[in-house]
């Protein structure tokens, strides 16, 4: 089932996209009449250089719009990461805790140096 919100923000983004290069277009188009009835060298140089950032500056928004969304998207990879390990810990030692340790005699110190060099791991084998 798809998404109304990605329904409309795909339509917009075509609705935009579709008005930005029409508008381009027309700039574009405008320019290149000028150059052509232009009879003056410095004319057609600076009609060419604002043609060229004309199709520059979108460029560079899109791609600057571009790296934005990746870094929100890195952002949020490394924050789910680091809630899922943080998620892991705490269950893995409430494990050990309730393992080896009764509520009367736990000692976080204790747990956290077995949990830290891996003899929670061995701890029973060693016993046996």
């Known amino acids: 089932m798809n998404n ?17 290069e029409m508008r381009m277009g027309e700039k574009l ?18 009609l060419r250089s604002k043609m060229k950032q004309d199709v520059s500056h979108p460029l560079k928004r899109v791609k600057l719009i571009k790296d934005r969304l990746k870094g929100r998207n890195s952002k949020k990879r490394w924050r789910s990461l680091w809630l899922y390990k943080r998620r892991f810990s705490e269950e893995y030692k409430e494990t050990i805790q309730r393992k080896y ?28």
């Open 29 to 46: 188009q405008s320019k290149t009449q000028q150059t052509k009835t232009a009879r003056n060298a410095g004319v057609v140089k600076a």
């Open 101 to 128: 340790f009764t509520e009367e005699n736990s000692n976080e110190k204790t747990l956290y140096l077995l949990i830290r060099t891996g003899e929670s791991e061995t701890f029973l084998q060693k016993a046996i």
């Open 4 to 20: 109304p919100l990605s329904i409309s923000f795909s339509e917009h983004r075509k609705n935009n996209s579709s008005d930005i």
